[in-house]
């Protein structure tokens, strides 16, 4: 202790000049910030009767893109993998069409999801994304597991998205 | 044969002139990356990969046709040859499509591997790619993706060599290279899927196993088939506590790198099935009734104790461990006093080939009988007892892990019981006449060993969980998704039953009976029959490891 007392140096502020100690002019000061900002008009969104556009940068809860009606997702797994908070799983199934494999179940364990993106970044498909939707209400953990129903939403939806993620790759 | 000593990577090496330089460096324990190369198949010596530098030799040369030379000295990762393995990476990877999110192979894929290892992770080519045939069905069980194909040649020579039949050919050239069966033929042989597991890409899959899961996401458990008396060592696949695929673990002394397809693919499927005996039941009006397990083991101890102990038999079973027939047969000799125990054959005569196929179709015969699943002294053999329900002599039976029910004598004699008590995993001819049914676990699902006809013995892990364990605890593999699974997530559940292993279901009734079983494990029984019966002297699970030991 002694060795730190040694080392300190007393410094002195300067006293306060007279106008300072008075107070009044910061006061005054501040009552005419207060008074502009009152009649400038609000910003404040009234939310939930005004809701705001997210900008396509804003991650909200992931979704399945659909193009003609059926999912791109090919089930490879790589989401479930990569997600940190082991969210999603998926059981793939065979289909007819090209791409010969599809998710027969997908599942997102909205209660585990963190928003973190990284499913919609590894996906090889551009078939898991990232919404706008952010308001998220369940009453029970079964409820919270989104199955494809809610999952799976139309290409035409979540263009602007798409545009976002290719124009920022 | 002479021996040679070699240099590679530096370090010296002794060995013997025989040896190519890919064998010598791996029996050194120096990796060169192949396709084509099998250490059980001739050499083909056609992807290229395991370019190799060898002083004074103008070229690079390939390891796998190479032969060793005393005084050689080889180095396997300079300059020129990560260039000219990133050159053949790059050739190999022009025609060879992005499948890998859709294909099986994904995860223990070596071109996967190797593109990440060896790969400069770019390709300098922009035409389009060729097309082939992608949904194949060269064979019965086994699906073809002409895409995918790198032309190794391993899935025609595996068949040429290992299987005997010649029904896989290379047809076209260069880069429209592709394989056909021969007119007329398909991969039909009993060993086919084994060209799944050579094949180093994914081309070849498994028709069963396609699309069911990602490879990461399950555990593997070492274990052994139960096809047969051969007992192939095996590796079980399990997701959700489903067994998913079996794949072949390399034992030179049982199976070598192969199995058949019926083990592959028809012995696990009633571990999953719908038909699981799912807890002990008693018939109660004629009906099987659910009841716990005390209930269950009480009325058998009860039922038992009103025959004398002429009148009781015992029929152990070769689809059982060496431990549970052990518990069964003191229990049959020592608590009850009876002489009357045997096993029903399985054997199907001329059911055998030359590679790995045996005639008795069950995996534990010889050990059943060595641990005294044999009739006492003046007891009773399957015929015997059968002659004595026929004329009312037996009158209970005690039947383990075997549908006795199948056999023709015994079925049209076996409702004059008064008494039959027997341990299943499914449904089958004789739960439907037993008057208790005590839900046995599957080999998937216990601890214990199997003798197979070399007298060799092996053991058997539990892969799939039961209501008496629990993964973590228990020391079973876990998965991904075993590890991390809590109670509200719907992965890494899949249904559990309430069976146990048979020799603790004996080993229970025999105690309330006045029996002294006091094994907590299975490794506990085999310590005694280890100390009891003198071909298993000296035995221990960590001897037999996970590559067997054979009796003396
Ligand atoms: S956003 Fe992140 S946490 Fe949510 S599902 Fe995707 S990877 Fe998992
Ligand atoms: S990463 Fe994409 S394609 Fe793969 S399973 Fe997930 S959503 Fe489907
Ligand atoms: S199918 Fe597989 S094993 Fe057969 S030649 Fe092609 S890559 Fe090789
Ligand atoms: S040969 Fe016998 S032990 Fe081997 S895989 Fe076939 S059935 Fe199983």
């Known amino acids: ?169 | 044969m002479a021996n040679v000593k070699v240099t590679i990577n530096g370090k010296l090496i002794e060995t013997d002139s025989t040896r190519t330089i890919i064998q010598a460096a791996r029996e050194n324990g120096i990796s060169i990356p192949h396709f084509c190369w099998h250490e059980k198949l001739s050499t083909a010596g056609n992807c290229r990969i395991c370019l190799v530098d060898v002083e004074k030799m103008p070229k690079l040369a390939i390891a796998c046709m190479t032969n060793v030379a005393e005084g050689m000295v080889v180095n396997t990762k300079n300059e020129r040859v990560v260039n000219a393995r990133e050159a053949v990476m790059e050739f190999i990877l022009i025609n060879h499509p992005l499948d890998c999110p859709i294909c099986d192979e994904a995860g223990e894929c070596k071109l996967q591997d190797y593109a990440y290892k060896f790969s400069q992770g770019y390709s300098r080519f922009g035409d389009d790619k060729v097309h082939k045939n992608k949904r194949v069905e060269i064979g019965p069980r086994v699906m073809f993706d002409a895409e995918r194909c790198i032309s190794c040649s391993r899935c025609i020579r595996f068949c040429d060599e290992i299987a005997g039949v010649h029904q896989l050919q290379f047809v076209n050239r260069g880069d429209h290279t592709t394989i056909e069966t021969f007119p007329g033929e398909t991969l039909d042989n009993p060993y086919s899927m084994n060209v799944v597991d050579i094949c180093p890409v994914g081309a070849l899959t498994n028709k069963d196993f396609r699309f069911k899961s990602r490879v990461w996401e399950m555990s593997f458990t070492e274990s052994i088939c139960n096809g047969c008396a051969r007992g192939c060592n095996i590796e079980i696949g399990v997701r959700n506590n489903g067994i998913l695929r079996l794949t072949p673990r390399t034992n030179d002394d049982v199976n070598s790198n192969w199995m058949c397809d019926h083990g592959r693919l028809d012995t696990w499927k009633h571990v999953n099935a719908e038909d699981r005996i799912t807890g002990p039941m008693v018939r109660k009006g004629g009906i099987l009734v659910d009841v716990g397990w005390d209930e269950a083991m009480a009325k058998v101890a009860g039922e038992l104790k009103l025959f004398n102990k002429n009148e009781i038999a015992f029929i152990g079973s070769a689809f059982a461990s060496n431990e549970d027939n052990y518990v069964l047969a003191r229990f049959a000799k020592e608590v009850l006093g009876s002489k009357h125990i045997d096993r029903m054959s399985h054997r199907i005569d001329g059911g055998d080939d030359a590679l790995l196929i045996r005639a008795d179709k069950t995996p534990n015969d010889t050990g059943a009988a060595l641990v005294g699943i044999v009739p006492g002294e003046g007891g009773r053999d399957i015929e015997g007892i059968v002659q004595g329900i026929r004329d009312g002599h037996i009158k209970a039976l005690y039947a383990i892990d075997d549908d006795i029910a199948q056999h023709p004598e015994l079925e049209k004699v076996i409702t004059k019981l008064e008494f039959f008590a027997v341990h299943a995993s499914n449904a089958n001819k004789s739960t439907r006449i037993a008057d208790v049914v005590l839900a046995s676990s599957t080999y998937a699902e216990r601890s214990g060993t199997i003798t197979n006809f070399q007298k060799r013995v092996q053991r058997l892990r539990p892969a799939v969980v039961t209501l008496e364990r629990e993964r973590a605890l228990d020391g079973l593999t876990m998965s991904r998704l075993d590890k991390f699974a809590a109670p509200n997530d719907s992965w890494g559940k899949g249904p559990r039953r309430d069976s146990r292993a048979s020799w603790r279901i004996v080993a229970a009734i025999g105690n309330i009976m006045g029996g002294k079983f006091k094994y907590m494990t299975a490794e506990d029984v085999f310590t005694d029959i280890t100390h009891t019966v003198d071909a298993f002297k000296g035995l221990t699970y960590l001897k037999i490891g996970s590559k067997g030991a054979l009796l003396q």
């Open chain 1, 1 to 169: 202790m002694e060795k730190y007392l040694e080392k300190s140096v007393p410094v002195r502020k300067k006293d306060l000049s007279f106008w300072q100690k008075l107070y009044i002019p910061a006061i005054l000061q501040g009552m005419k910030i207060t008074m502009t900002e009152f009649f400038k008009p609000s910003v404040t969104i009234e939310y939930p009767e005004v809701r705001t556009v997210m900008p396509d940068s804003f991650r909200g809860r992931p979704i399945l893109v659909a193009e003609n009606g059926t999912e791109r997702c090919v089930a490879c797994g790589l989401c479930a993998r990569v997600c940190p908070a082991l969210a999603i799983e998926v059981q793939a199934g065979e289909t007819e069409l090209g791409k010969e494999r599809y998710p027969e179940r997908f599942e997102i364990n909205m209660v585990r999801c963190i928003f973190c993106g990284f499913c919609e970044e590894v996906c090889p498909e551009e078939a898991i994304i990232m919404s706008q939707e952010y308001e998220l209400v369940f009453t029970s953990q079964k409820e919270a597991l989104f199955g494809k129903d809610k999952l799976v939403k139309p290409i035409e939806e979540v263009r602007t998205r798409l545009d976002f993620l290719r124009k920022s790759r």
